[in-house]
T-cell receptor
């Protein structure tokens, strides 16, 4: 079945540093790919998505590109802020008739 | 819209007690999901419903767990009897029209079983 692997955290950065959180997937076919973010004490919310190969999802300065050849969907941001501190989840559409599959989450901590 | 509403926000109970978690999805959404989040296992799908019908419950850990959706605006997740290893954050989420569409999550229920 489909699966998602993302880098383990925590990731600790200083404000304005460059962020990369790696995510790779295994799937039959070409599933939609997502990044969700969870702020402290809240539920997950969609950050960005890409539905086909070479698509780039972007939102709030974050970007991720759907790479079919490397089965990856790495999350990047050029300059992080303290307010970006959260847990980030990569997710893949499941096989036909199945729900989204989430990675285990990566905790990001940004200090000023 | 108020979003997905879960209750209670926190639940502390003793081992062996029955626990009922509640969820009100966003009006008009066709899918409802129950997830469990722990440090060790991350976010696990327990069960999901489509138009109030349970579709996939393969993630439900054991017979102590049950979920119902009596109508389009309400779902429950019940644990009976509860055990300390059930301690986790339980999330309800809903989506419109398709499995791989954007999920809207509730704020979760933090369950502690002593």
């Amino acid at each position: 079945g489909n699966s998602v692997t993302q880098m383990e955290g925590p990731v600790t950065l200083s404000e304005e540093a460059f962020l990369t959180i790696n995510c790779t997937y295994t799937a039959t076919g070409y599933p939609s790919l997502f990044w969700y973010v969870q702020y402290p004490g809240e539920g997950l919310q969609l950050l960005l998505k890409a539905t086909k190969a070479d698509d780039k999802g972007s939102n709030k300065g974050f970007e991720a590109t759907y790479r079919k050849e490397t089965t990856s969907f790495h999350l990047e941001k050029g300059s992080v802020q303290v307010s970006d501190s959260a847990v980030y989840f990569c997710a893949s559409g499941g096989q036909a008739g199945t729900a989204l599959i989430f990675g285990k989450g990566t905790t990001l901590s940004v200090s000023s | 819209d108020a979003g997905v509403i879960q209750s209670p926000r926190h639940e502390v109970t003793e081992m062996g007690q029955e626990v009922t978690l509640r969820c009100k999805p966003i009006s008009g959404h066709d899918y409802l999901f129950w997830y469990r989040q722990t440090m060790m296992r991350g976010l696990e799908l327990l069960i999901y419903f489509n138009n109030n019908v349970p579709i996939d419950d393969s993630g439900m850990p054991e017979d102590r767990f049950s979920a119902k959706m009596p109508n389009a605006s309400f779902s429950t997740l019940k644990i009976q009897p509860s055990e300390p290893r059930d301690s986790a954050v339980y999330f309800c989420a809903s989506s419109f029209a398709a499995l791989n569409e954007k999920l809207f999550f509730g704020s979760g229920t933090q369950l502690s079983v002593l």
